[in-house]
């Protein structure tokens, strides 16, 4: 009798398995049937659009949140565009889609006016003639030579930019709307790379610190708000952030500004002297030939703004 129930015991218990692997089967079919239905994202649509293995379910978490189709690319949603917002906020669902919903009220309603007034891409023009001193003044510049994997480069000739002036011109909120324009071309030039590569790509952004002096520190807090824009609004631009002839007192000064940073970007940066070849080779992943040719390459200074200091007069 206790044989008999045992074998009972056994063939109820195969069957109960076999009837929730067969339910378990065909709520896979079911739900791939409502995600081709709704053309939602899966794993297998985020893959075969070049993001990692790895990645994937935290972006597909985030692209299902967000209610992301797989035909939609814009604004900013397409999958490796998704995962630098999930990088950004390292994979937490919640901050990384509080960060997209900002950007994308930003570009609802401040973008616009920042897009008409300096353009976009290496031959932008600016609208206004204030635009254009406000673009003369400011440092920041995207090169139209990459690195050898495609990465974009930008540059940032920071310790030249004339803080006192701008403040005492009162043209601190343009140059952060100019700002905002540079790196916007940062952000479309990674993801036109990424798209064309068919995986994530990031810029290499090297800072120039020369020039950088005690005097500077005073202007640390419009410092911040300027760093604050990018990492509001803008996901994962870079891989990496070079800093270069670094005066001693740039410890001090980057002491003071790298609280304003997230985790994510201070883990980015490398600060170097004067003599950087080998270690911007070994950092950035490029040598120092692709820079302009004020920082000892052999690119055109032409890409950059000219950052010339502001008149008073």
């Excluded at 899966?42 to 893959?47: G, N």
């Excluded at 005690?214 to 509001?232: E, H, N, P, S, T």
């Amino acid at each position: 009798m206790k044989s008999l129930l045992n074998t009972s015991n056994r063939e109820i218990s195969y069957k109960t398995k076999t009837r929730n692997k067969k339910n378990h089967i065909f709520a896979n079919k079911m739900a791939s049937l409502i995600d081709n239905a709704n053309n939602s994202h899966s794993l297998k649509s985020l893959i075969s659009r070049g993001v990692p293995k790895d990645d994937a379910p935290d972006v597909l978490k985030l692209a299902l949140h967000l209610n992301i189709k797989v035909d939609q690319n814009e604004p900013i949603c397409d999958p490796l565009t998704l995962m630098r917002f999930n990088n950004a906020r390292e994979s937490n669902l919640l901050e990384s889609s509080e960060m997209y919903n900002k950007s994308i009220a930003w570009r609802g309603t401040v973008f616009p006016r920042v897009s008409d007034l300096y353009g976009s891409g290496p031959n932008k023009k600016q609208a206004t003639d204030r635009a254009s001193t406000v673009y003369s003044h400011s440092c920041f510049g995207v090169l139209g030579r990459t690195t050898e994997v495609g990465e974009p480069i930008a540059v940032w000739q920071f310790g030249a930019i004339d803080m006192a002036g701008i403040s005492k011109r009162e043209l601190f909120d343009d140059l952060c709307e100019c700002y905002m324009a540079h790196l916007e071309d940062v952000l479309q030039a990674g993801r036109a790379a990424s798209i064309a590569q068919g995986k994530l790509v990031r810029a290499r952004i090297v800072i120039c610190a020369s020039g950088i002096t005690v005097g500077k520190l005073m202007y640390i807090k419009m410092i911040k708000k300027v760093l604050a824009i990018g990492k509001m609004y803008f996901p994962e631009l870079t891989k990496s952030v070079t800093i270069v002839n670094a005066p001693w007192v740039f410890a001090k000064f980057y002491a003071l500004i790298s609280p304003a940073l997230t985790p994510v970007m201070r883990k980015k940066v490398c600060i170097l002297d004067t003599n950087f070849d080998e270690k911007l080779l070994a950092h950035a992943g490029f040598s120092r030939k692709l820079l302009p040719i004020c920082l000892g390459g052999d690119s055109s200074d032409d890409q950059l703004p000219p950052c010339l200091p502001v008149n008073l007069n």
